[in-house]
């Protein structure tokens, strides 16, 4: 019986001047490993290791099922939480979604962008459950508001809000040109209408 043992080897490669690119025509060495033979290995395995590949094999299963049977809630946790994402990136927060996963169980550990995403999901949670049952009031947006922004005073902005962009973009910004104003305030008196 041959026994190899694993090592590295140096190859050689020549030049060949027939390459089109300085790189293929140019020689040189590499590194090639060598593996241990794996002919005398066993790959049987023990009887407990056997025993929780098969427990978990089963618990995948299960999950596989009740998937199946009713995919919305881990399609709308993801839609959910990958909206929240990008709204944020939007305003300038970015944390990736393994770190907003964290916050989510452990927010002490979690990056402050992190926190604010998570605080953007129980947001976004709460404006589909109050305001999907069709009674809005004032205060549900402000207890949203209060969600998302915990230092920001309760109530509706006094001031103008700018979603993203920089400086330079805010100072070329003229404003909403005089014809439409007043489309615009007949507007938002239908939506404060709608709102009482």
């Known amino acids: 019986m041959v026994v190899t043992v694993a090592h590295w080897?140096?190859?050689?490669?020549a030049a060949d001047?027939?390459?089109?690119?300085?790189?293929?025509r140019q020689g040189g060495s590499y590194l090639r490993y060598h593996p241990d033979l794996l002919a005398d290995v066993s790959n049987a395995l023990s009887?407990?290791?056997?025993?929780?590949?098969?427990?978990?094999?089963?618990?995948?299963?299960?999950?596989?099922g009740r998937l199946r049977a009713n995919p919305l809630p881990a399609l709308y946790s993801t839609a959910l939480r990958s909206e929240s994402i990008s709204s944020?990136?939007?305003?300038?927060i970015r944390a990736t979604?393994?770190?907003?996963?964290?916050?989510?169980?452990?927010?002490?550990?979690?990056p402050h962008a992190a926190s604010q995403i998570v605080r953007?999901?129980?947001?976004?949670?709460?404006?589909?459950?109050?305001?999907?049952?069709?009674q809005w009031k004032h205060e549900h947006l402000w207890t949203i508001h209060q969600t998302l922004l915990p230092w920001h005073q309760e109530g509706y902005r006094r001031e103008?809000?700018?979603i993203g962009g920089h400086q330079q973009?805010?100072?070329?910004?003229?404003?909403?040109?005089?014809?439409?104003?007043?489309?615009?305030?007949?507007?938002?008196?239908?939506?404060?209408?709608?709102?009482?």
């Open 17 to 24: 001047f027939a390459g089109l690119s300085r790189a293929e």
């Open 9 to 13: 080897e140096r190859v050689q490669v």
């Open 88 to 92: 944020s990136w939007i305003e300038g």
């Open 47 to 64: 009887g407990a290791t056997l025993e929780q590949a098969a427990e978990v094999s089963t618990a995948v299963a299960r999950l596989g």
């Open 169 to 196: 973009a805010q100072r070329r910004l003229r404003g909403t040109p005089r014809g439409r104003r007043a489309r615009l305030r007949g507007g938002s008196a239908h939506l404060r209408e709608h709102l009482r």
């Open 160 to 162: 103008q809000v700018w």
């Open 120 to 134: 953007n999901v129980a947001a976004m949670k709460d404006a589909i459950d109050v305001l999907g049952a069709g």
């Open 97 to 110: 979604p393994r770190d907003v996963a964290v916050a989510q169980v452990y927010a002490e550990a979690a």
